[in-house]
């Protein structure tokens, strides 16, 4: 009792101190030709989980994994383990029946696997979550699991954010990229990143553009375009540092790939695994007008990708409304300033169509993260704070956002924290209240929302 009294202590000090992040180191041999990908990884800075699971490639053959005195660890999973998308679920054992009680701080772990390479008859397929080869560039998301993903259980989430210290061999890729660091071409590439970041990999056999912390990665375009589409971003970025009153420090990466299924002239597929974005399909010249600008949906489009590098996760059951209704409503305030009016009022007008006959709960009656789905993060929610924007002034809505995300790091976001941050910027607290009552707690609060933003855009 007492031993199991003091290891509680320490595991409950453990985590209030262990707000560490995870963070992933080792090696990469990667043979482009025959697909083959080699992995030798310490992973530390673990969280102390129950109920976890390592969740790997269902195409990577796991050698062993050791403890950090180099003991071989029993794990489960490899005899009728269970898929769950793209990745087996392993855990580790402390004996051949007898599991951790928690997640053990650091564990190393290798494995090797082989993927197909499509060099000239294509898949039936291709998505996020695929191994991707086709001759020239491999690429492997963090969806795909190329690397250990522990899946927190309980909280039913993903922990695939890792700073990381990884060095890749290979002799037949050019260039090596992980996401949010600068493209490597030298041998072996030694890549690192002191934030925390999806492991993106993209490897082959090509070349890059930069511009200050910006990249485009294999793309055909000429430097006059590359310098337009990055000036673009630049504006975008710098509106929020200024509006924000906090630096944007980040550079991004931009992903030209070729996906390894057959695209029809005319169909473009995107994605991000921030920073980086990645397109198949996408003719890069035509993302800017002839006037030199990214046209207004693409302006949308990447101020809401950009403004991820202020929200981009908190803790709670407002999780999905600080992570992506915060987002685009920053995405809004940009397509304001550099979209036409009419495009801004547009957007706004659609939200309202298509969220209006909705039966979502009010924010303040939110149980669990997952009531807020798609439609609720990104089109109610933004428009919530584009009514507390009406009531209080965008200068304040300002403040209070850059106040929240300097807290977001450090505890969960709820709305007693949004109006202690409120108040502390000023605003009455009857005031406040008034707008909690109408907007995030009312039965009428989603007309009372729709109803307040379409007077907006008439005046
Ligand atoms: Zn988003």
């Not at 029946?97 to 993927?115: E, M, N, R, T, V």
């Not at 690192?192 to 375009?221: K, M, W």
């Not at 007008?349 to 609720?376: F, M, S």
Request: hydrophobic residues 35%; glycine residues 6%; positive net charge.
């Amino acid at each position: 009792m007492k031993i199991i009294g003091i290891l509680t202590l320490v595991f409950t000090l453990l985590q209030a101190t262990a707000q560490t992040q995870p963070h992933i180191q080792g090696t990469v041999h990667i043979k482009m030709s025959d697909g083959l990908i080699d992995c030798n990884f310490r992973l530390s800075n673990l969280p102390p989980l129950k109920e976890y699971k390592i969740m790997l490639n269902r195409g990577m053959n796991i050698r062993y994994c050791t403890s950090d005195s180099g003991q071989v660890l029993h794990y489960d999973g490899y005899y009728n383990g269970k898929i769950n998308g793209e990745a087996i679920g392993y855990y580790l054992m402390k004996n051949k029946k007898d599991s951790f009680p928690f997640l053990p701080p650091a564990f190393s772990i290798q494995y090797k696997g082989a993927f197909p390479v499509y060099s000239d008859t294509l898949n039936s397929f291709d998505y996020k979550g695929f191994i991707a080869l086709n001759g020239k560039t491999l690429r492997a998301t963090e969806q795909s699991k190329w690397y250990p993903v522990i899946y927190d259980v309980s909280n039913d989430r993903l922990l695939d954010k890792y700073t990381y210290d990884i060095t890749v061999y290979t002799e037949d890729a050019r260039t090596v990229f992980i996401n949010g660091c600068p493209p490597r071409q030298e041998r072996p590439a030694h890549l690192i990143s002191q934030t925390a970041v999806p492991l993106l990999l993209f490897a082959g056999d090509y070349d890059f553009l930069q511009s200050g912390r910006n990249y485009l990665l294999n793309a055909t375009v000429d430097t006059g375009t590359a310098q337009t589409l990055f000036r673009e971003l630049d504006k975008l970025k710098a509106f929020y540092a200024e509006k924000l009153k906090l630096p944007y420090e980040g550079g991004i990466y931009i992903i030209s790939h070729q996906a390894v299924e057959p695209f029809k002239p005319g169909r473009a597929w995107g994605f991000t695994v921030f920073p980086s974005f990645a397109y198949a399909g996408v003719n890069f010249t035509t993302l800017i007008t002839p006037a030199g600008k990214l046209d207004n949906k693409n302006t949308a489009f990447f101020a809401h990708e950009l403004a991820h590098y202020y929200f981009n996760g908190t803790a709670g059951r407002w999780f999905w409304f600080w992570l992506e209704s915060a987002t685009e409503y920053l995405s809004l305030k940009a397509a304001e300033a550099f979209t036409d009016t009419s495009f801004y009022h547009q957007r706004i007008r659609e939200y309202v169509t298509q969220i209006q006959d909705k039966k979502y709960p009010p924010l303040a009656r939110i149980t669990a993260a997952n009531e807020i789905d798609n439609g609720y993060r990104y089109m109610y929610g933004p428009l919530l704070l584009l009514c507390f924007e009406k009531q209080f002034g965008q200068k304040t809505t300002y403040r209070i956002l850059s106040d929240i995300i300097k807290k977001a790091p450090r505890e969960a976001i709820t709305l007693d924290v949004f109006k202690q941050t409120a108040l502390a910027n000023k605003i009455k607290e009857a005031d406040f209240d008034q707008f909690y009552t109408d907007y995030l707690q009312s039965d009428k609060a989603l007309s009372n929302t729709c109803n307040s933003v379409t007077d907006m855009i008439r005046q």
